[in-house]
C-alpha cells in the first residue's frame, strides 16, 4: 500500500478513493503576461503535492499535511475564514460549489515536495491535486481548461491572491519533456518539444530563498498598471497594443506596457525556435527577458539579479527570474558540463553579497496533474 494511502487511514479511520499528484511549475518565459491576455510558456516541475482524498457525506472537511502543522476542520468555510495552506484546498470545494457541483464533504492529506515560497506554484499544485480529485471523484469529468478555470477561481476569490491563469493551467496542462504554451485569450494550448538533455543542456532552478512582504501588493499594482495603460491606449488588454502605440505613453505606464509588448513577442520567438530544434538558441531571449522583468517591469530583486548574473558570467546561455518576482526562483540554461560550475558561481556570488545560501536543482519538464496507482 502507498504510505500515504497508509497514513491518511491512520489519520481518518478508512481507506482513500484515491490518490492525485499535481505539479509545480516553472515558466521559461511569458511572465506577467497572463492577466494582460497574453502568452505563457511554462513546464511542470518534477516535484508534486499528492492528494489523498474520500468524499464525505456530512458536510465536513478535514484537511491535514505531512508537512505543516496546521490544517482545517469544519463546514461550509467561506472565502476568508481558513488561514494557511489550508484555504487553497478549501478553496477548491468552494470553488465547485460555486459553480454548481456541489461537494458532500471531504478528507484530505496533502504529501507535497513542491517548495513552498519558492515561487515555484505550490498553491496551485495544492489546488490542482485535488480540483482533479473532485472531479474524478464526482464523477465531472471536467476538462484541464475547467479545472484551470475552478482553481484560479479558488486562489482569486477564496484565497485573495489575484493571480493569473498562468500556474493553475501549468500544473494541469502540461505535459513530460514538452513546454506548454497558452494564450491566456483564446484559451489555446499547444505542447512544444522542450527537451534539455537531448540537446546536451540543463535547465538549473536557483531558489533564492528570498522573500519580500512588499510583493503581494506590488503584484496587485502592476496589474492596476498594465489596466491603466491599456485605457490609456483604448485598447481591452496590452496583448493588444504594439510597438508603435507605446509612443504615446510615459513614466511609469510606458516601462510596464513595453515589459508586456516585448514579452509576448519574446514567448512567441521562444517557440517558434524550440520548433525548430534550437533550444540552446533561446537563452539571449530568456536573459533579454530578465532584463525587461528587472528595469521596466520592477519585479526582480538583488538576489534574483545576482544568480542571474553569475550564472551568465559562469557560461548560462541564457537566464531570467520566473514567476511573480521579488524573491523566488531564477531559471538557467547551462551546457550540462558547466551545471556544477554555473552552481558553484551563484553560491560564491550569495555568499559574497552576504545573502543565504542558494538552493540549485536542475530539472526535466514533467508531466502534468494525474491520479496515480496505489
Ligand atoms: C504569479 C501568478 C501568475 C503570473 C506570474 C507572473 O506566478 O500566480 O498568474 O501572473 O506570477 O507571470
Known amino acids: 500500500m502507498d504510505t500515504l494511502a497508509a497514513d491518511f487511514a491512520d489519520r481518518f479511520g478508512s481507506d482513500p478513493d484515491g490518490i492525485w499528484a499535481a505539479p509545480g511549475r516553472v515558466n521559461l518565459i511569458g511572465e506577467h503576461t497572463d492577466y494582460n491576455d497574453g502568452f505563457v510558456l511554462p513546464i511542470a516541475l518534477p516535484h508534486l503535492t499528492r492528494a489523498a482524498v474520500a468524499l464525505r457525506p456530512d458536510g465536513r472537511i478535514r484537511l491535514a499535511s505531512l508537512q505543516a502543522p496546521d490544517g482545517f476542520d469544519g463546514a461550509a468555510p467561506t472565502p ?66 475547467e479545472l484551470a478555470h475552478l482553481a484560479q477561481r479558488a486562489e482569486n476569490d477564496f484565497a485573495g491572491v489575484p493571480t493569473g491563469l498562468l500556474d493553475q493551467t501549468a500544473s494541469l496542462g502540461c505535459t513530460a519533456e514538452h513546454a506548454l504554451f497558452l494564450d491566456v485569450r ?146 538557467a540554461l547551462v551546457p550540462v558540463g558547466s551545471v556544477s560550475l554555473v552552481e558553484d558561481a551563484v553560491a560564491d556570488a550569495f555568499s559574497k553579497k552576504g545573502f543565504r545560501a542558494p538552493e540549485c536543482f536542475t530539472v526535466e519538464a514533467g508531466p502534468g496533474a494525474h491520479r496515480q496507482h496505489v
Open 80 to 145: 476568508g475564514s481558513v488561514p494557511g495552506w489550508s484555504r487553497y484546498v478549501a478553496g477548491v470545494g468552494w470553488a465547485f460549489g460555486e459553480a454548481g457541483h456541489r461537494v458532500p464533504g471531504l478528507d484530505v492529506l496533502i504529501d507535497s515536495n513542491v517548495p513552498v515560497g519558492a515561487g515555484l506554484s505550490s498553491s496551485a499544485a495544492l489546488e490542482c491535486s485535488v480540483a482533479l480529485a473532485l472531479s474524478d471523484g464526482l464523477g465531472l469529468a471536467l476538462s484541464r481548461a
Open 186 to 331: 483564446s484559451g489555446a494550448v499547444e505542447q512544444v518539444p522542450f527537451d534539455v538533455r537531448r540537446n546536451g543542456l540543463a535547465l538549473l532552478v536557483i531558489n533564492t530563498l528570498a522573500h519580500h512582504d512588499l510583493a503581494d501588493g506590488q503584484y496587485a499594482a502592476r496589474r492596476k498598471s498594465c489596466e491603466e495603460a491599456a485605457r490609456r491606449l483604448g485598447v481591452p488588454f496590452l496583448r493588444d497594443a504594439t510597438l508603435d502605440d507605446l509612443g504615446r505613453l510615459d513614466g511609469e505606464l510606458l516601462q510596464r506596457a513595453r515589459h508586456i509588448v516585448t514579452e509576448n513577442q519574446r514567448v512567441l520567438d521562444v517557440v517558434d525556435l524550440l520548433h525548430q530544434g534550437a533550444v540552446a538558441g533561446i537563452g539571449p531571449l530568456l536573459t533579454a527577458s530578465h532584463a525587461s522583468l528587472r528595469d521596466d517591469y520592477e519585479v526582480s530583486c538583488a538576489e534574483l539579479d545576482a544568480a542571474v548574473d553569475a550564472a551568465l558570467r559562469a557560461g548560462a546561455l541564457g537566464a531570467r527570474m520566473t514567476g511573480g518576482g521579488f524573491g523566488g526562483s531564477a531559471i
